[in-house]
């Protein structure tokens, strides 16, 4: 318990390194540690780890299969792999367990809105924001798929409710912009693509966007400035 407990610290503490060797420790003593099998396998895919993340979750689904965090967090290391099917299963197994479980509606719908089913996915995020109105990842996905359907006025409502828990996001700037652009609204575009690259000066997307924008506006000298950039 020593090691496994100084693995969580160590991970509270953003060190996930340090944490991996303290689990390794406690699962030399006890391998039917499912907590730190369970934990090893989240520091994992912090690392970006995701394929032995998914070893360590199946050993701590071994030994507890009834672990509701297990299955999301393995539910969301398929997401990151591109397994949106296998995503979707983990997230209802978890719920199965769980039904007040946190994430596994937003996991799943950003599972099905990567497999394009932009209506299931929705309503997913919409049952993730009737327990949680404060889930931004929910609002910023939901606000994904509703441009899909190229519904923009709802999909700036979502980047908004997004940016008022998350102000410092340069994707939902960035997909505001889109959206604002898409419906004409090219100088505003242009406003959310400059806080979009306030925050993240490497976005390529955002300097692309500005400038298709700064185009549309006649601005081709600065438009040619963003290409450059993207």
């Known amino acids: 318990d020593a090691w ?27 391998p039917k540690n499912a907590s730190a099998w369970c934990n090893k396998g989240v520091t994992l895919g912090e690392l970006g780890k995701y394929e032995k993340a ?7 689904l071994g030994i507890d299969p009834k672990d509701a965090s297990t299955w999301l967090n393995k539910g969301l ?28 509606w937003t996991c799943k719908g950003i599972a099905l809105k990567d497999l394009g089913k932009y209506k299931e996915a929705i309503g997913c ?10 889930d931004a990842g929910a609002w910023y996905n939901k606000g994904v798929a509703l441009g899909k359907l ?5 999909t700036l409502v979502c980047y908004d409710k997004a940016l008022e828990i998350n102000p410092g996001s340069s994707d939902a700037w960035n997909n505001k912009g889109n959206g604002l652009y898409k419906l004409g609204r090219y100088e505003e575009a242009i406003g959310c693509f ?4 306030l925050i993240n000066p490497g976005l390529g997307g955002a300097w692309n966007n500005k400038g ?19």
Do not use: W
Not at 125 to 134: E, P, Q, S, V, W
Not at 194 to 197: D, G, N, R, V
């Open 125 to 134: 995020f919409d049952t993730a924001l009737y327990r949680d109105a404060g």
């Open 212 to 230: 298709v924008a700064l185009k549309d506006l006649g601005d081709y000298e600065e438009a040619i400035a963003c290409y450059d950039k993207a």
């Open 150 to 154: 190229g519904n923009f006025e709802e």
């Open 194 to 197: 400059y806080q979009a690259l």
């Open 54 to 60: 998914l070893q360590c979750y199946d050993a701590a």
């Open 77 to 104: 290391a398929q997401k990151e792999l591109g397994k949106y099917e296998e995503a979707c299963g983990c997230c209802d197994t978890a719920l199965g367990i769980n039904p007040k479980i946190e994430g596994a």
């Open 4 to 30: 496994y407990n100084k693995g969580v610290a160590y991970g509270e503490l953003g060190k996930p390194q340090e944490a991996m060797g303290c689990y390794d420790k406690a699962l030399e003593i006890n």
